[in-house]
């Protein structure tokens, strides 16, 4: 798949940009473990305005992360706009414009899902972003809002200037709740011309294969990776790799360690020490005491002498 000059490989795999999640040490780790791209978590276009210092922490890269796409969220054209003009971005091979985010507080703004039921003002943003850069463009959206219209809305994507769309098959109301609808996506994926990226569900090799089977040109995964990066490695190889897992919690830390302070970051690990831990013996003991634990080395050697164990 080649989009403005970006050769992004065959059927590539994608790890998608989770709030609170796609942090730079878990995106390493993904690429290391053979994530074609990765997506930063979602950028705000107006704090970017407002208080950069913030954003330019969320933008962190690494050096192993080859093709690294920012994602950008907001309803309002001008600052979308100067996003895309910010220097901020200038180091991303692509830009993304969030158009399914469920989460409440982005809702009530008018950003994210909400704008499938604003499809002239989701057209005016992509138009407006695409006029700002010669990069891939892409947008990321769900089966709809208030009401299923996610053929009408990929197609005015197509035509407003987006290189790929990224669908996720639930609806806004559902969040993350129930299945992924792959009927639709293949759906999607035949009435467009631009290459759809397919979101939703894929866990494992046959959920991979199950998605595959819609026609898309490539695939992202989110909540699959959570706790388990190698995932990447395991769809592309047809098996379960040989992991040392504790290397991978270390070298994660390791890299968050090099730019954030050691108390914002021992709260903020714990989310991911909790996914690294799920499939331990007793993982709820082990969970337990890692979310109680208040110093990063002693989770480690925790997780250390469980895997040791496994």
Known sequence: M??????FGENPLFLAPMAGVSDVGFREQAVKFGAD?????MLSTRAMAHNPKKTNLMTITSPYEK?????????????????????ILNKFTAIDINMGCPAPKILKNGDGGALMDSIHLAGHIIETCRDMTDKPLSVKFRKGCSTENYLEFGKMCEDSGADYVVFHARTVEQGYSGEADYDAIATLKAKLKIPVIGNGDVVDIDSYNKMLKTGVDGVMIGRGALGQPWIFKELKDGYLPKVDKYRVVKEHIETLRKFYNEDWLTLYIRKHLLWYAKDLPKASTVRMTLATCKDIDECLNILKECFEKE
């Open 67 to 87: 093709l690294v796409v920012a994602q950008i969220f907001g309803h309002e054209s001008e600052f979308m706009a100067k996003a895309i003009e910010s220097e």
């Open 37 to 41: 791209v990765t997506v930063t978590e």
């Open 2 to 7: 080649e989009i403005r000059g970006v050769e």
